[in-house]
T-cell receptor, first 113, second 111 residues
Framework: NAGVTQTPKFQVLKTGQSMTLQCAQD?????MSWYRQDPGMGLRLIHY???????DQGEVPNGYNVSRSTTEDFPLRLLSAAPSQTSVYFC????????????FGQGTRLTVV | RKEVEQDPGPFNVPEGATVAFNCTYS??????FFWYRQDCRKEPKLLMS???SGNEDGRFTAQLNRASQYISLLIRDSKLSDSATYLC????????????FGSGTRLQVQP
């Protein structure tokens, strides 16, 4: 019963480096999303997907790319890391686009120095 | 103005107390409402959905007031284990098909 799996759990990047945060779910959910969580800001939506091949921007998409080639995977790419991207990143999946329970991964704690 | 707003707290209450949180939302098109619980340095997990008629799950009661655009969470007989951050979440009927979260309300139950 893996649910939503995120890797890595921790990452330190230098400014300007790129990396991909991985997210995989085994519940056959159509809807997946990426959030970042900063102190006092709550969870802010970065990108989301309503199915394989379909993605859309959320509230704070700048500096991030996503793709959804399969139902299971929804990677988040940081193109050129900046200190402002230091945050905790959560991936979530659900069988409904906000109408149903969202299941979250354990999060990735990213520090950009 | 944020789309979903919560009092950040913290709410410090003794064991056995009753505590209530409110969450206001600005988009009148919102149709689904939830309360999530997040423990320190953990991922959010669904506590309960919020239905128009109000709903109860053990010591927890959720209410929705569409006219005033807020949802509430009541916790009775607080336990130490209730200490956490409580996030409200709403989704729109159209447009962005993902949840919008409030910034969370921190609850600390003290012995």
């Amino acid at each position: 019963n893996a649910g939503v799996t995120q890797t890595p759990k921790f990452q330190v990047l230098k400014t300007g480096q790129s990396m991909t945060l991985q997210c995989a779910q085994d519940m056959n959910h159509e809807y997946m999303s990426w959030y970042r969580q900063d102190p006092g800001m709550g969870l802010r939506l970065i990108h989301y997907s309503v199915g394989a091949g379909i993605t859309d921007q959320g509230e704070v998409p700048n500096g991030y790319n996503v793709s959804r080639s399969t139902t299971e995977d929804f990677p988040l790419r940081l193109l050129s890391a900046a200190p402002s991207q230091t945050s905790v990143y959560f991936c979530a999946s659900s069988y409904g686009g906000g109408e149903a329970e969202a299941f979250f991964g354990q999060g990735t704690r990213l520090t950009v120095v | 103005r944020k789309e979903v707003e919560q009092d950040p707290g913290p709410f410090n209450v003794p064991e056995g107390a009753t505590v209530a949180f409110n969450c206001t939302y600005s988009n009148s098109a919102s149709q689904s409402f939830f309360w999530y619980r997040q423990d320190c340095r953990k991922e959010p997990k669904l506590l309960m959905s919020v239905y128009s008629s109000g709903n109860e799950d053990g010591r927890f009661t959720a209410q929705l007031n569409r006219a005033s655009q807020y949802i509430s969470l009541l916790i009775r007989d607080s336990k130490l284990s209730d200490s956490a951050t409580y996030l409200c979440a709403v989704n729109r009927a159209t447009g962005r098909r993902a949840l919008t979260f409030g910034s969370g309300t921190r609850l600390q139950v003290q012995p």
